[in-house]
């Protein structure tokens, strides 16, 4: 298993789609969310001041880091469901699944690796995220982080980890359907089911909307509203989907 997570890892750190979605994750989400209250409390009258005002529930503290969790609940699903996608999926576009029995580690070691990085990876790039919104809270005259600021960089942080879980499912799609392309199409077709759920009234059963109602997304009130149950329906799904993707390696054959 030390091998193989030691080979996964160095092709993970060495992927541009991988770097990407780090930069994405990690830079692009403190940036709005600080950008966004800027144009705020400058208190101008334009079209993206009125629109940024909608979007953000206060202009201290709250404001940014509850801003910040909203865009970490759509923004992670797909930067990192894009990278679930393409590590589980580039073995077979690229025509490498064939070689990887000729390795001394089973297939489902090799599945467990990349599951085990990818998954480590997305949530210590949410935990970066979240302590950079502070930074940049800080940098626009925010100035020192108090405790609602600490609640709220875990509030990104723990959304973040959920939605990262919640993109296992795309390993499972990318290996039975032996290519990334499958994958990318299934997570576009979940943000869509997502906002049909979410009008329908019943997002906060829905594990994949839960994250992103608790973040703020439907109002301060739809966000109370969401219990520790509903949030943590994503572990189960993750854990299916884990041990789904790992049975499908260790039982595949090369074709």
Known sequence: MRAALAVEWIKFRRATTVRVATVLITLLVPAMSAGFLVVVRSDS???LAIKAAALLTDVGWTGITGFSAQIMSVGALLAVGVVVAWVFGREFTDRTFGALFAAPTSLGALASAKMLVTMVWGVLVSCVAATLTLVAGALIGLGVPDADAAAGAGRIAVVGALTVVLTLPLALVASAARGYLPAISALLAVVVITQVVVAL???????????????GLGGASLAEAVTPLQLLLALPIGAASAAATWWWWQTAEAR
């Open 45 to 47: 009258d334009g079209a």
């Open 201 to 215: 009234g019943a997002g906060a059963w829905f594990p994949y909307a839960a994250p992103g109602m608790w973040s």
